[in-house]
T-cell receptor, first 113, second 114 residues
Framework: DGGITQSPKYLFRKEGQNVTLSCEQN?????MYWYRQDPGQGLRLIYY???????QKGDIAEGYSVSREKKESFPLTVTSAQKNPTAFYLC????????????FGQGTRLTVV | AQTVTQSQPEMSVQEAETVTLSCTYD???????LFWYKQPPSRQMILVIR??????QNATENRFSVNFQKAAKSFSLKISDSQLGDAAMYFC???????????FGKGTRLHILP
């Protein structure tokens, strides 16, 4: 089955540690995205990538980093510089043509204690 | 920069009735695409409906339809014959014609009253 896989579903980390969230897609999509979801804040764009080895900052990129070494993978690292990292993180992908929608993974709930 | 605004944090509707969720956006582009997504309690994002800005005809998908007013930069979602399974967060989203960036509003939580 084609789709987007985020792992793990729940993640716990101690404050001050970097943590990497995984996102893999087998849809052959060019574009991939990371969003953060907080209550009352909707989905806020962290980073997006339109092609391998290229990515752009979204609205809340500070404290996060990404890489896009392979078309199917777009991992997100939450660094210790992110002041409030506890949130629900959603990864998405899109064919890349502008009239197409994004398809989403099931999300990762990150809790930093 | 483009923005998407959903001014109704929560709404309620009686089962079988009709409800309209509001969305406005701001952009300087003439060509773009608008979407409504549903997020049920499972938190899986599901596309409800899509509208291309160059199309004057409003999109419809079964019980879901939109009222797209390009000049007013308004994109509301109408749900007819509301069902209990429609209870969810609904997000309005914008995608421009220049790159792959997709931005979302803050969402509207819809409650269906039996």
């Amino acid at each position: 089955d084609g789709g987007i896989t985020q792992s793990p579903k729940y993640l716990f980390r101690k404050e001050g540690q970097n943590v990497t969230l995984s996102c893999e897609q087998n849809l052959n999509h060019d574009a991939m995205y990371w969003y953060r979801q907080d209550p009352g804040q909707g989905l806020r764009l962290i980073y997006y990538s339109q092609i391998v080895n290229d990515f752009q900052k979204g609205d809340i990129a500070e404290g996060y980093s990404v890489s896009r070494e392979k078309k199917e993978s777009f991992p997100l690292t939450v660094t210790s510089a992110q002041k409030n990292p506890t949130a629900f993180y959603l990864c998405a992908s899109s064919i890349g043509a502008v009239n197409t929608e994004a398809f989403f993974g099931q999300g990762t709930r990150l809790t930093v204690v | 920069a483009q923005t998407v605004t959903q001014s109704q944090p929560e709404m309620s509707v009686q089962e079988a009735e009709t409800v309209t969720l509001s969305c406005t956006y701001d952009t300087s582009e003439s060509d773009y695409y608008l979407f409504w997504y549903k997020q049920p309690p499972s938190r899986q994002m599901i596309l409800v409906i899509r509208q291309e800005a160059y199309k004057q005809q409003n999109a419809t998908e079964n019980r879901f339809s939109v009222n797209f007013q390009k000049a007013a930069k308004s994109f509301s979602l109408k749900i007819s014959d509301s069902q209990l399974g429609d209870a969810a967060m609904y997000f309005c989203a914008y995608r421009g014609n220049r790159d792959d960036k997709i931005i979302f509003g803050k969402g509207t939580r819809l409650h269906i009253l039996p």
